[in-house]
Structures are given as C-alpha cells and as structure tokens.
C-alpha cells in the first residue's frame, strides 16, 4: 500500500552532515547494527570516503514501526551530494521524491548551495522539512540561523527540527515528521507499469543494473519491459531494494525505490531520465514520466591516454563511466601533440576531478589531461555562428567579428567584514556586480554576473581564502556575452602545440602566456640545442622564453697540459652548435607534465 510509503532524500550545503544524518537514520531504524555502522555508510566509494564529500546520491529502503498508531512504514531515503558540481544528482534524486529533508548546520546559518537546493524542492513541487543539524555544539546559534531559514527560504521557523546526526539528537522527531509531513506516493497498482529510471551502473556479470522510481503497477522477474525512448524489448531478471546491501525481492509496486537487471548487454540501451514501462502495452498508449532537467557541461579538457596501447581501454571506461555519471559527455578527438584521446565535457572543475580520478582508480589508467577550458561562441563576418568547446577549433581571427564567452550569475554568501575582500575579488575577474542583500546582522549575499571561464580555475579558492573559510557560493550559466577575446597559441621550437593552446581576455594574455611559458621552461628538459617557448596571438608573439641548450664537457678529458689543446676542444664544440642552430635540427620531447602547466599558474613569480 502506497499509504504506508514515504520517499525522500536530504538535501545540503557540502559538510552539513547530510551522509551522518542518513547513518543516524540507517542505526535507528535497524537497517544496520552497530558491528556493522560506519561512518558514511553510503558512500562507497573510496574517494568519497578520502575527500569528505559525497559524490553518487545512494538509494536506500529503511522500515520504521510508528510509535504512536503501530504501524511499519517503508521509507526509501537517497542522501544526495552538497557541492554545486554535483547539483544533477540532487535533481535526479528530486524526481524519485515527494519530499525533502533540508538540512541547515545551526553553526554556519543558511549556505549559498542550501538556498540552491531549496529552490530546486520547492520547483519540484516536494514537501520540504527543514532540520537544523548539530545543535549539541558549542558554537550553535540555533535562533539565528531559524531567522535565517524564514526569512531567506520563506519556511517559518517553527517548522525546524532540531537534531544532531553524530550525537543522535532528534531522531525520533525526524522519523515521525518524515511520516506526517511528506505526503505518500500517488501511483495506481491497477495501471500498466510505469517506472523512472534515476541512476545506472554497469557490473561484468550482471550487465546494466538499472535504479528506479516505480509510478504505476509493478514490476517482477520474468516481465517484459520496454524503453519509452528507443523502444527496445527487455526481460526483467532480477528486481530488489537496497537496505543498504543490495536484496533481491519478488516485485517492486507503485511508490517504490529499488533496483532492476535485465537482459541488458549494450550499456547504450538505457538513459538515465527515462522512462521503463510494459512491454505488453502499445507504445502509443503510455505516456514518458517527466525525467529531470538534462546537465549542460561547461567545462571541457582532453584526456588522452598516457600509452597509445590503451585508447580502446579509455573508450570502454568512459562508456561505463558515463552509465553511471551522465552528466559528462565526450567524443574522439586527435591532437598532434598527444595522439588519439577523447574531449570531455563536465559540469564543473571539482566535477572534472573526481572522473579523471575514477576513471585512473577504477579502470587502472594512466592519463594526460590538458588545461580546461569553457564553451565559447565565436559570430563569423557572414553570420554563422560557431560553438567552440576546444581552444584549437577557433577560427582565423580574420573571418572573426565577435567573441562571446558563457557568463554565470553567482551567489556569495559572506559575513559583512569580509565584503571588501569578496569585492576586489570579483573586480578582478571581471565581475559585475547586481545587488547585495543582508542575511541578519552579521552575513550578506551579494550576486554578480562573474564570466564562467574566471569562474572554474581557482576561483573558489581564492574566495576561501580572502573570507577565512566562510564565503560560499553557488552558480548557474545566464548566457552568452561579447567581450575581447583572442585565442593564445603555445609554440614550443617553432611549432604551436595545439594541447597548451588557450582561449582568455586580451588583457591578461601576455600575462597568462608568461606564467606557462615559465612553467614549460621547468618542466621540459635541454635537449642539444636551444629550445625558443613562444606565446603567440595570431601572427604576433607576446611572450618568450628560452631553455639554453645542454653542453658536453669536452674538456673533461684534459688533465693538465697546454691550454690552446682546451681551446681548440672547445672552438670545434661550437661550431657543431652554429651547424646545428642553421639547421634548426632536433625534435622537442615535451613531458607529460608539461601539459598541466596551464592548469597552475599562480606561484610563477621568477
């Protein structure tokens, strides 16, 4: 029975406790003992478990018995991830709910990814229960930040739980409110089954194991299903739930959350978003489930593999990879530099990270990446209108009228001392500034319209860093906007190297043409003759740095004895070196290193 089903996942600013609080509710309800607690049970993965973070949104089934009317309720919970890299997560799990615990750490007040969060429940139309987490500290100013809750959310103030995940203060209340407060599924058990399909993972015994959202009827083994989309015919082999470990079950019924394999071998079969229904109903007859707004990936780099063996191996990880993270995209490319790799598109630097991370841990690859770079859009002298998503496809600057870059609104959530800090930063990159509103007494949020490729180097960083660890932020893409762009060419002995090639402001082109430069010249080691490091913008060199040729000590051999022997040794030495320069002879090896020069360029100072 429906009746007896809640569904629903916890949303968070990053390290609000989100994955502590899903543990506290695991231990409460018997879902797990206390021989085998954990700390973030939920996140499996081991650089979650290294970085603090949660990276995947993970589904699990819990069983509670009311205290008050003796009745077992089944409550499927997904604990979503904070960062704002990670925010398709939280989408994907809001389309699988009726109802979201918004969690607010009563020490740090009303983040900027918290107001993120509660705008894409209140958009999805969920049943929204604010908890202030970690009352049991010291430092917890519970009354302000419940201010903070009603007048930045909108969400009174008496409607706040209070709780502690690590000390297992409020649970109960937790429980009980997640029960009252979150309204059950309203699928039908009569109607043909219909399910969504909120995540995937790919195993090597059982194929494509799909997770899902089931809206109307049920789903058991030996069921024929269909994909709405593509239309492809499927046997159901297994159906269960997560309590957490993954348990098989006779069926999965309308409200459900659990999981399904089938006789799925080509991972290109399913989409996360759409929508598994009965095979034995026409197609014309059902309609697709709503799935969740599709990602837009803004940050792209190469990444190619560091042994040319292993091509075949990247794309095989990368088909899976994507299964289980749809949010980035990618497609071959060759580059004259690095050899065949693939350009892959992510939602975020962090986002860019933790792939290139999983995909080295969890398929054992050694790879290059290259500098990232945004989406640009380049308008032509006869109108067209190209997307440039790698800085080596910009045009002639000649056939160029105007250069357009992505710019994002960002929300900053700062204490009022450390404005003029946050000012000068956004000043710096380009900012412009909307409007500022205070938060109480003691925190402000300021929005500016900052461009996206200032935004995803280490723009978060510094923001950390001039607020003392308090700032945070949250963004999102507005558009597109003309500014004077040109594209920076890395040539190394003469040659541009298109994996170092790099689109900036023309303000700042000299500079940051400099400061890699400076970092090549280190990295790449001397060869026998002179290497010339050239930045360049179009025909124009901007920059320039030299790595002296390495010499043979060819008078090693003399011991003593007449100094024109010396001489003669050392005149010989150099004239090889003119023949050789006249010749412009020799190919440069550039290291591996060398193509994450760009990627740091802040402690260049000579």
Known sequence: MTELTRNFCIIAHIDHGKSTLADRLLLKTGAITEREFRDQILDDMDLERERGITIKASAVTIYYKHPTDGKTYQLNLIDTPGHVDFNYEVSRSLAACEGALLLVDATQGVEAQTVANALLATNAKLDIVPVLNKIDLASAQINMVAEEVEQVLGIPQELCLMASGKAGIGIDEILEAVVARIRPPQGMLEKPMRALVFDCKYDDYKGVITYLRIVDGKVKKGDRIRMHHSGTQFEVAEVGRFTPRPVPVSELSAGDVGFMTATIKDIHEVKVGDTVESALVPRDSLEALPGYKEPQPMVFCGLYPANDGDFESLKRALEKLSLNDSAFVYQAENSAALGFGFRCGFLGLLHMQIVQERLEREFNLDLVQTAPNVTYEVKLHDGTIRTLTNPSQAPDGSIIETFREPIARVEIIVPSEYIGNLMKLCEERRGRFIKQEYIGSKRCMLHYDVPLAELVFDFYDRLKSCTRGYGTMDYHVTGFQEDELVKLDILVHGTPVDALSMICHRSTAETRG???????????????????????????????????????DVTAKCYGGDISRKRKLLEKQKEGKKRMRIKNIGAVEVPQEAFLAVLDTSDDEE
Do not use: P
């Open 514 to 552: 400099r400061k890699v430069l400076i970092k090549l010249r280190k990295q790449i080691r001397k060869h026998l003759f002179v290497i010339a490091l050239q930045a360049a913008i179009g025909g124009k060199i901007v920059a320039r740095e030299t790595i002296s040729a390495t010499a043979k």
